[in-house]
């Protein structure tokens, strides 16, 4: 439709200019007849090629692909007959709602992960124990740098001025310019999936 839009304008640009539809067309706007015809040619391909694209491509997918709703519970089954075995119910949605850092399995006693809190911005999470996992601000309060991890020495430690902070014990200052431990995070870990759940 477009093209037939443009040779009707064409048209009527002729005609107004010179009282009359000049014969074959052999330039339009500095382009030659070839060039035009060419141009005509890569456009229907191109747009034969979007056609098969998309008549291969299949339904489009979400790159988030399907959350579970945390809210949802799944519904007993009834009774197998005897003699049969009756199927696995689907495990169980994480009791609390939010975003999962990592898991247990990831997360080795005496490591530590960064990520980044929507309120706090960039913070640690470290696995103390099998059963102790806490979080903390990586913002040293002396000055804001952004503390490390010393795994050898299991504290966080400033890189700036020297202040060092122990997560085993609420990130108190230990050593340095500053007395204020680090801003706490509250992280949960659900215990069925082993999941490190920010809540939301």
């Known amino acids: 439709m477009a093209w037939v839009a ?27 007849r070839r060039e035009f015809a060419r141009g005509s040619l890569i456009a229907g391909v191109a747009v034969a090629l979007g056609l098969v694209s998309k008549a291969l ?17 799944s519904t007993a089954r009834s009774a197998a007959p005897s003699g049969s075995v009756a199927p696995s119910a689907t495990p169980a949605a994480p ?13 080795p006693v005496g490591r530590a992960v960064g990520f980044t809190d929507p309120q706090v911005g960039p913070a640690v999470l470290l696995r103390l124990a099998n059963d102790q996992v806490v979080a903390y601000s990586r913002a040293c309060t002396h000055e804001g740098c952004l503390v490390g991890y010393d795994q050898s020495s299991e504290i966080l430690v400033c890189p700036c001025h020297g202040a060092e902070f122990d997560p085993a ?8 310019p500053t007395r204020t431990p680090l801003e ?4 949960v870990v659900d215990r069925p999936t082993g999941d490190v759940i920010l809540p939301a």
């Open 6 to 32: 443009l040779a009707a304008g064409i048209v009527e640009v002729e005609h107004a200019r010179r009282g009359r539809v000049a014969g074959p067309i052999e330039r339009i706007d500095g382009i030659s």
């Open 95 to 107: 009791a609390t709602p939010g975003r999962v850092l990592t898991t247990l399995d990831a997360l």
């Open 57 to 73: 491509a299949g339904p489009a997918s979400s790159s988030l692909g399907n959350v579970a709703d945390p809210t949802r519970r």
């Open 184 to 187: 706490s995070i509250k992280v």
């Open 169 to 176: 014990h609420q990130a108190e200052a230990i050593a340095g």
